[in-house]
């Protein structure tokens, strides 16, 4: 018998069922087909403006920073100035999402921005994010031919767009928006999750943040809440 | 078997005694009870819908475990149809030989590793060293343990029984090719150091071996959790990637991972939410400019199948999330090292005598004061105790208790089931031991508790049994 055989039929004996049994693959079927929603916090649960300020209060409790914008052409501005506050080299590397490629870079001339995934030389990169989620201040970040996931890790400031219209209350209005975009059960390669920059409390259970992934995380939510 | 050199569990007590004796170990333990509970509480008291998300949590897990089978089918299929492979070991050396395989077919030297309890359960970079390949452990934790051929301590903070001066002095003997005489004081230089250390090794390892928390049978996704990022890194920059899964870490959706989620991170590091939470599916896709180009799954039994029919099947509920042994006053006071195995802890008590059998473990579920803080803080609700219960009374079954403890068990079992003859001897002993200690108040010394004594004084009885004041009391009123 192979591995996988012994394996499943020890579960089966340990159960006392055969694997074939309708009603057990019917319940199967139906928690996969309905994906229930458990326990919601009311924590998000907020009208578009107000949760809009709960993300960006969450992603500063998680030791990140955020900037409410007008509007994405603000984007680019914003990046310059956050450089310059922090005496960063002017050069940022980006993602190829549309969305970025939209945004008015060549209005700040100091600014150098290349395209592309990171191979560990780029010390900030701009990604933009699928969605965002109020409840914790999380960021929703979907991979893709557009959105290298090394943009993620490697860079030490990491900042990160989101569309005010893309804060949700909680995960499961996210997952719910993913399998509208995505279709019903195929993911994109990486979701990565992310809320607040990288720490470490390895050493004497002392927190630090910047381990292995950013040091600084800038969160730039743009647009009217909807 | 191949855990044999690092077990220590049938040591248990031999090792208590150098551990309470270690100040360096009780110095670095000390913050556990001082920190992390404090936090987690304050954290927890956040969220009011925290008690309700840990009944959702552990109905999650019992449907799945029940229908077990048939969530690793639609796992291994969706996984399977994102281009990833999935594989099964029924036993470590199964785990080990494929992984090997794997890493083979890549023509692999160095692998970089994400933290996995599964990876230490099966002493999986032992064995890729012996056969030629350099394993680097990337979680900090992990690499200080790695550095200094350690078991982590800790399920979550792997080095937590590390003093600051000790890192420090690690630092020093293993990254021989900086300057002997740099100034590593602060906790941030440290964590530099490794950080770049680290880094040179993601960017160039062959495969990327991870842990998983969680997988998705809906989507044929894993996910792990990670604070640093260097789970992230390990899994996205390497040609391959290998996930170590055990058949309990699957989960039937996005939505039930979410309620998992949520009490993960508050037990674990009283975090709302950790930093990073990853979830892969499939290899790199076209198009894509990063991302392995192979992506596998290797799911683990290793005596988790057999736990499922029997009286441990709770235990399979387990997230890994390390509060019961953050609240453990036996761990805080012996830390994990004591335990003799990978897992320490209240929720090692009942898995580890699962997986090494009972007779090499059998201290683990007697190092209990059964206090029952551990199954309080449990997010999946595990009667912890209750279960370190049934490994007791198994142990006595199989005969396998000291011959002084059975004997003793044996006398207190022939009063304790007569209840008259018992009240007859324990007020006669009560009376006797009052009466004896009726000037001293307390014991610096009893007969057959010379192991209790030499810690503390025992206080000295009222003279009457607590059943006969009792009696007197209900008389009174």
Request: aromatic share 6%; charged share 20%; hydrophobic share 40%.
């Amino acid at each position: 018998m192979s591995a996988r055989d012994t394996l499943f039929a020890s579960i089966r004996k340990s159960l006392g069922v055969t694997g074939a049994e309708g009603e057990r693959r019917a319940a199967v079927a139906e928690r996969l087909r309905q994906h229930p929603r458990g326990v919601i916090p009311a924590r998000g649960q907020l009208p578009p403006a107000e949760r809009v300020k709960l993300f960006a209060r969450m992603v500063e409790a998680a030791n990140g920073s955020a900037e409410i914008l007008n509007s994405a052409d603000q984007v680019p501005a914003a990046v310059a100035a956050l450089l310059r506050r922090h005496n960063l080299p002017m050069q940022v590397r980006r993602g190829n999402d549309p969305r970025l490629a939209a945004l008015p870079w060549d209005k700040e001339r100091q600014l150098d921005v290349s395209v592309g995934a990171s191979d560990g030389h780029q010390l900030v990169s701009v990604g933009h994010a699928f969605a965002g989620v109020a409840e914790t201040g999380t960021l929703v970040m979907t991979s893709g031919t557009d959105n290298p996931t090394t943009l993620n890790f490697l860079p030490d400031t990491h900042i990160v767009v989101v569309d005010a219209r893309d804060i949700a209350g909680d995960y499961e209005a996210v997952w719910q928006h993913v399998r509208e975009v995505f279709g019903v059960d195929a993911l994109p390669r990486a979701i990565n999750l992310i809320t607040g920059p990288s720490r470490s409390a390895d050493i004497a259970q002392i927190l630090i943040l910047g381990a292995h992934g950013p040091r600084r995380l800038h969160v730039l939510v743009v647009g009217e809440a909807g | 078997m191949a855990f044999a050199e690092h077990l220590t569990s049938p040591a248990f007590k031999e090792n208590a005694r150098h551990a309470l004796a270690d100040p360096q170990l009780q110095s670095a333990l000390h913050g556990i009870e001082t920190g992390i509970v404090d936090r987690r509480r304050a954290t927890v008291a956040k969220l009011p819908e925290f008690d309700a998300l840990r009944d959702s949590a552990r109905a999650i897990k019992n449907h799945t475990l029940a229908h077990l089978d048939l969530y690793l089918e639609q796992f291994e299929q969706k996984c399977t149809a994102a281009g990833g492979h999935v594989h099964y070991a029924v036993t470590a050396e199964e785990a080990r030989a494929k992984v090997l395989e794997i890493c083979r077919n890549a023509n692999a030297r160095l692998v970089t590793k994400g933290k996995s309890m599964v990876g230490e359960e099966i002493a999986i970079n032992d064995f890729l060293e012996q056969n030629g390949i350099t394993p680097v452990e990337t979680d900090l934790g992990e690499y200080l343990v790695q550095i200094r051929h350690e078991l982590p301590s800790h399920i979550i903070m792997p080095a937590v029984h590390l003093t600051k001066a000790q890192i420090e002095a690690d630092f020093r003997r293993v990254h021989t090719h900086l300057a002997p005489d740099r100034n590593l004081e602060e906790h941030q230089t440290l964590l530099t150091e490794a950080r770049v250390i680290l880094r040179d090794r993601f960017l160039s390892a062959d495969v990327g071996i991870t842990g998983a928390n969680f997988l998705i049978a809906e989507t044929g996704t894993s996910i792990i959790v990670t604070n640093e990022g260097n789970g992230d890194l390990t899994q996205t920059l390497p040609r391959v990637h290998i996930v170590l899964a055990s058949i309990e870490k699957v989960v039937p959706t996005l939505e039930d991972v979410s309620q998992l989620l949520r009490v993960l991170a508050r037990s674990a590091t009283a975090q709302e939410m950790s930093v990073y939470t990853t979830f892969s599916t499939g290899p790199r896709r076209a198009g894509d400019p990063d991302g392995p180009n192979e992506y596998h799954v290797i799911i683990l039994d290793n005596g988790r199948t057999a736990m499922l029919g029997g009286q441990f099947r709770d235990m399979l509920r387990c997230i890994r999330c390390g509060a019961c042994m953050n609240h453990c006053p036996v761990y805080a006071a012996v830390g994990g090292h004591t335990y003799g195995w990978v897992y320490p802890g209240p929720m090692g008590a009942v898995l580890t005598p699962s997986i090494v059998g009972i007779e090499n473990a059998g201290h683990l579920p007697n190092a209990s004061t059964f206090c029952g803080r551990c199954e309080e803080v449990c997010p999946v609700r595990i009667p912890l105790p209750g279960l370190m219960r049934h490994w007791r009374e198994r142990e006595f079954e199989r005969h396998l208790s000291p011959a002084a403890v059975r004997s003793g068990l044996a006398f207190w079992a022939y009063l304790a089931t007569r209840p008259r003859l018992y009240a007859v001897a324990m007020s006669l002993f009560v009376f006797g031991l009052g009466l004896l200690g009726k000037f001293f108040r307390r014991f610096r010394w009893l007969p057959l508790a010379g192991n209790w004594t030499q810690h503390r004084d025992f206080p000295a009885p009222q003279m009457q049994t607590f059943q006969a004041q009792w009696k007197r009391r209900i008389r009174t009123q």
